[in-house]
Nanobody
Framework: QVQVVESGGGLVRPGGSLRLSCAAS????????MGWYRQPPGKQRELVAE???????NFADFVSGRLTIDRDYNKNTVTLQVHSLKPEDTAVYYC????????????WGQGTQVTVSS
């Protein structure tokens, strides 16, 4: 089992930046991927960015040029920074952890609300 804890989020002005942090604990030796998804109001959950030891880094087009994602393999943390925020970036942001054998599974944080509004 892996426990996933997020921090950060809140109200941000348009044009501002957000910084979200995520820490994994438990069976961390089998972690393959750590990243972030988001779910805008009334929409499905979608990938923001992730870093995988198998497939490398992957990010959505809507954050292209506005994104920094860092993964600390020793601390089992992943940090997301998004700049030049827009109202359409308003969403619940979820940290995602994928593990491989022998503890294969997908784990999610509780979600943190990010609201971009003036």
């Amino acid at each position: 089992q892996v426990q996933v804890v997020e921090s950060g989020g809140g109200l941000v002005r348009p044009g501002g930046s957000l910084r979200l942090s995520c820490a994994a604990s438990g069976s961390v030796s089998s972690i393959i991927t750590m990243g972030w998804y988001r779910q805008p109001p009334g929409k499905q959950r979608e990938l923001v960015a992730e870093i995988s030891t198998v497939t490398g880094s992957n990010f959505a087009d809507f954050v292209s040029g506005r994104l920094t994602i860092d993964r600390d393999y020793n601390k089992n943390t992943v940090t997301l920074q998004v700049h030049s925020l827009k109202p359409e970036d308003t969403a619940v942001y979820y940290c995602y952890v994928q593990t491989g054998p022998p503890f294969q599974g997908d784990y999610w944080g509780q979600g943190t609300q990010v609201t971009v509004s003036s």
